[in-house]
């Protein structure tokens, strides 16, 4: 479970031919409530217990893509390009994925040791100018944040907390880069250079940069990929045996560097959660913890292990609740050999149960197309991928790898993802340790022809919208199939004329109380 003790946190004229009716009622089940200042007569809401929730409709579900900086894998897709270039290629991604109803970006802020933003910490990464610590001339990250929201998708600032540099070569870094600084802190390995995890002054530099992001940008989440120790690299020793001699207290090798990783984890989850309690810290792991082979609690495969390879132990981070959620990376098809996608699935679903840290799953959309695996020359492989994660009662969400395939549509399988699942907007999944409340409802709702307007609620940081079917049935409360949009202004242009529902969330979307208005033309 989590940590105890974490604080919980001007309207159009009415056209002739049209009349607009307001009504405020109560909130769904599960919602938080929050008295509107200005209400009109209430009526009763429809029981929520005359529906029956549909699966093809959840009403939240976390859906996400990861934007690559690093190598320019998605943006900027090359470096040295105008700022009004880097600009009209990030709100393409972002339109993108908008169409297809997704609701959070992941943004990789600091591929090694460098700042995809203004930082007096670390330099500025060579992905944006094609050279190391030169200054691009503007700070990208209140842009690629403030888009992100305009479309109401969260923001989640991606780290990686151990890779100093992409060659072993300090002398080759920036003057006042921190390896070249603290060449004690660094390990050459593989021919590329890493922050030795063993050492304090490690996870204190770690924290340091993570702490300025959360402080001075408007960020919703520190998530880190599943780069830890590194990768095995064959015939290569990564020498951390003095560090090991120093802090290893008597422990064997392996359990004191995954101590060393869980260190840091629990480390992070303080720091973002004492600097603002709203903003969610998660990870995305390798997608096998361990081998039931090895480990009797184990997933049924046989491919590489996380816990064993690279001393990332996600389970212990479930049990000590030091992640607000776990994003595994599960970029294999459905009856792979070594590492079937169902079996996977399924063994992170029953890993989350009885904690309050929420799943979402890494979809390996990079991969459709392959030819390696006739499995990915299916172009209905992910959208079945995502139909059965929703089978599984902990699976909150997916997100997708990465940016460049959802908008290039390998196979045209994202439009299929789009047309069987994502055909509604969502609400984000609650987080219920993160505290929040709900706004208060929207006020002075109107109606002016075919476009809805109200007064903005405090701390709304988006509203949603439904339409209540003819049949006059709502199921607001059970599921997304009468929400047509998620807004972030106080307005929406009705498509067809009937009765409207409209709530105000705040940053963790909580629900308001829903306001009714009737069009009565278009």
């Known amino acids: 479970m989590r940590t ?23 909130p769904g089940a599960g ?10 007569t209430p009526i009763a809401a429809p029981a929520a217990a005359a529906c029956k929730a549909d699966a093809r409709y959840p009403k939240r579900e976390l859906r996400g893509v990861w934007i690559a900086t690093t190598q320019n894998i998605d943006w900027p897709s090359k470096p040295g390009q105008s700022v009004e270039r880097q600009k009209a290629d990030y709100t393409k991604i972002l339109d993108s994925a908008a169409k297809r109803n997704m609701n959070a970006v992941f943004v990789q802020v600091r591929p090694a040791s460098d700042a995809l933003y203004k930082s007096s910490i670390e330099p500025w990464s060579q992905y944006l100018t094609g050279t190391a610590g030169k200054d691009p001339g503007w700070d990208p990250l209140p842009f690629l944040i403030d888009e992100a929201h305009k479309r109401g998708m969260e923001f989640h600032a991606w780290f990686n907390p151990y890779r100093a540099a992409y060659g072993d070569s300090a002398a080759k870094l920036p003057a006042g880069h921190p390896a070249r600084r603290h060449p004690d802190w660094t390990v050459k390995y593989g021919g590329r250079l890493y922050y030795n995890p063993g050492l ?3 996870r204190d530099h770690v924290n340091k940069v993570i702490k300025d992001v959360v402080d001075r940008y408007d960020i919703d989440a520190v998530h880190f990929d599943d780069y830890f120790y590194p990768y095995p690299v064959a015939g290569a020793t990564f020498d951390d045996s003095a560090t090991f001699k120093k802090y290893g207290k008597g422990k064997k090798l392996a359990e004191w560097r995954r101590d060393n990783v869980n260190k840091l984890v629990a480390e992070v989850d303080k720091t973002v959660h004492d600097a603002k309690p709203y903003v969610k810290f998660g990870i995305s792991p390798f997608g096998i913890w361990r081998n ?33 959620y776990l994003l595994p990376q599960l970029y294999w098809p459905r009856g792979h050999k070594l590492a079937d996608y169902t079996t996977l699935v399924r063994w992170w679903s029953e890993a989350v149960e009885g904690s309050d840290v929420q799943l979402y799953i890494g979809q390996g959309l990079y991969r459709v197309g392959a030819k390696d ?53 969502a609400l984000l999944p609650l987080i219920k340790s993160l505290g929040g409340q709900a706004p208060a409802a929207p006020a002075d709702i109107k109606a002016g022809g075919a476009t809805l307007s109200w007064t903005p609620s405090k701390d709304a940081r988006a509203y949603a919208v439904y339409q209540v079917p003819k049949s006059g049935k709502d199921c607001r409360t059970t599921d997304a199939r009468n929400l047509v949009a998620i807004v972030t202004s106080p307005s929406y242009t009705a498509k067809s ?3 409207y529902l409209v709530t105000a969330l705040d940053r963790l979307h909580h629900q308001s109380e829903a306001v009714k208005v009737k069009v009565d033309e278009v």
Request: proline share 5%; net charge neutral.
């Open 4 to 26: 105890a003790g974490r604080p919980l946190l001007a309207a159009a004229a009415l056209a002739v031919a049209t009349m607009a009716t307001a009504y405020v009622f109560g």
């Open 373 to 425: 695996d006739k499995a990915w020359t299916k172009p209905g492989e992910m959208a079945g991928q995502v139909g059965l994660n929703r089978e599984q009662e902990h699976v909150k969400g997916s997100v997708y790898f990465s940016a460049k395939q959802v908008v290039s549509d390998p196979l045209g399988a994202v439009g299929r993802i789009a047309e069987r699942h994502y055909s509604r907007p």
């Open 200 to 202: 304090p002054a490690v």
């Open 31 to 40: 919602e938080s409530p929050a008295a509107s200042k200005k209400k009109t």
């Open 497 to 499: 004329a009937g009765t």
């Open 292 to 324: 039931k082979a090895q480990d009797s609690s184990g997933s049924d495969t046989n491919g590489m292990s996380a816990y064993d390879s690279i001393y990332a132990d996600a389970l212990a981070w479930v049990k000590e609740g030091t992640v607000d």
